[in-house]
Each structure stands twice: as structure tokens, then as C-alpha cells.
């Protein structure tokens, strides 16, 4: 309760209509800059903002340390997991021998679950508030993620809808000499639907980030990029949950970047996520 209050004064009072934001969202631009890719500086031009960023994702000799890392860890044994213990390895034995584990997953953990649903709640504003109910069914390495989030303005009974659908490539681990406790990261290519008045889809990229220092507590990060027509909207989840290994209460903050325009419907959550 703390944590919504919070994030309630945090409000943006610049949230904008519903309506508002589908019209903007989907509107031609007047012109589109070219994009401009070197080999001598690797610089690409943005597609959510102005200016350039370092991309280094288009050639695989750029950066083969990551993508080797990427597409091999999922197939490699964790070192020294105590989900693995062995009864003939015990004490300090254990702890000096270089052993590999299998990758194990607990029943009702929050990292790479077998499945996973989500019910959150949002305000936006005193009119504006969403649905939103994410799935996530998996098997050690790759998920399917669905998410949709059912916004409605109550001031002329508008909704809008926001379907996203992604594989996902998902890695979980942990460092005990650095940081207690869980960790997991994911990329998932995917689509996205913005459906009110009218229907456009598109293309989507979306990268979760999970941190559990203990079971019963995490924090999470999700970010997410598509172009439903061509202005790029950029969707970012923060969230905390607190609750048992099966069921956890969570509370976060939710906004929509849209390119060019500013923030579009932003607010705090409160839901309930159960896990498998």
C-alpha cells in the first residue's frame, strides 16, 4: 500500500486521453529520416527518439563473445547449483570440485516457470484504468509470453486494447559470490495488435528481467519496442512482488513512450501473480 501510494503522487498529469493517444499513435509522420549505417563508427539512427546509438547487433563479428554466450548457455550445466547436490559429495568436498548441474527447476519458483498468470489492476487517471493479464508457459530455455492490457476511459466509454504475443529465449542463474538469491534475463521477438477505433499490428521486441533475492520477494523489469504504423512506442513495467513460492501480491508502475508525443498512459498497478 506504501508502494502504490508513492506511485500515485508520481502520477504524470500530462497521462493524455485514451482516444488521444490512439490517434497520435497511429498518424503519418510528415517525413522520415533516412537511416544511416556505417562500418566506420557502427552508428544507426534511433527508431524510438533523435539521435544515434551504438549498434553493434547487424554483424556477428562485432560482438561474438555475447551472441556466442547467448546461443551456447542454454545448452552448458550450471557450476556449484545446490538444487543439484550430490549425498556423496558433502561439506568442503562439494564446495572445492568444478562440477556441472543440470539445469533444475523447483515447482512455484518465480525464474523460468512452467507456467505463469498474472492479473494487474492500473490507474491511470480519475477516468482512465486498464486490465491487464499476462500468461507465460515455458520449458527451461524458451517461453511463449501473452499479454493483453484493456484500457477504458470512462469519460466516453472509449477502450482501447493492447495484445502483445512473443517467443522468448530465457536464462536464469546465480552468482552467490556477487549477489544472493536468482536471477533472469530473456529477449522475445514477437507482435503487437492496438486495437479502438481502428486495428493496426506490428513487429515487436521485448527483453524481462527478473531479480529475486529470496523466494517470497523480486523485482522485475520489462521493457518492450514496436511500431503498430510508424511512430515507435516503447513499454516499460517495474515491478515488486511479495507473497509465498506458488502466489505473490505485486505492485509497479507501468508507462508508454510514444516517439515524438511524450508519455501515454501511465500509472501504478497492484495484481496478483501465481506461479508453476
Known amino acids: 500500500m506504501i508502494l502504490l501510494a508513492v506511485l500515485l503522487l508520481m502520477q504524470s498529469a500530462h497521462a493524455g486521453k485514451l482516444r488521444d493517444f ?9 517525413s522520415s529520416s533516412t537511416s544511416s549505417n556505417g562500418d566506420d563508427g557502427h552508428q544507426r539512427r534511433s527508431s524510438y527518439g533523435s539521435g544515434t546509438y ?3 547487433w547487424g554483424r556477428y563479428e562485432d560482438s561474438p563473445g555475447f551472441l556466442a554466450w547467448l546461443i551456447t548457455a542454454p545448452f552448458r550445466y550450471r557450476y556449484n547449483d545446490p538444487a543439484g547436490y550430490d549425498e556423496d559429495f558433502e561439506g568442503e568436498e562439494w564446495a572445492s570440485e568444478d562440477r556441472y548441474i543440470p539445469w533444475a527447476h523447483a515447482a512455484g519458483e518465480p525464474t523460468v516457470p512452467h507456467a505463469r498468470l498474472d492479473y494487474n489492476w492500473q490507474y491511470v487517471d480519475s477516468n482512465i484504468n486498464a486490465q491487464d493479464v499476462r500468461v507465460e508457459l515455458g520449458w527451461k530455455w524458451l517461453a511463449f509470453h501473452g499479454r493483453t492490457t484493456m484500457y477504458e476511459d470512462a469519460s466516453d466509454g472509449f477502450r482501447l486494447d493492447l495484445n502483445q504475443f512473443y517467443g522468448v529465449l530465457r536464462l536464469d542463474g546465480a552468482s552467490p559470490e556477487t549477489l544472493p538469491g536468482k ?5 522475445g521477438f514477437g507482435g503487437v495488435q492496438l486495437k479502438g477505433d481502428e486495428s493496426n499490428s506490428s513487429g ?3 527483453l524481462p528481467v527478473k531479480y529475486y533475492p529470496v523466494d517470497w520477494c523480486g523485482l522485475e523489469f520489462r521493457a518492450a519496442w514496436y ?4 511512430k515507435t512506442i516503447s513499454d516499460y513495467d517495474l515491478s515488486i512482488s511479495l507473497g509465498l513460492r506458488y502466489v505473490q501480491l505485486r505492485g509497479g508502475y507501468r508507462w508508454l513512450w510514444l516517439e515524438g508525443e511524450g508519455e501515454f498512459n501511465t500509472g501504478p498497478y497492484a495484481g496478483l501473480s501465481l506461479f508453476f
Open 227 to 230: 511500431e503498430p504504423v510508424n
Open 204 to 206: 515487436a521486441i521485448m
Open 22 to 30: 490512439e490517434k497520435k499513435a497511429t498518424e503519418k509522420k510528415a
Open 183 to 187: 536471477f533472469e534475463f530473456g529477449l
Open 54 to 56: 551504438p549498434s553493434r
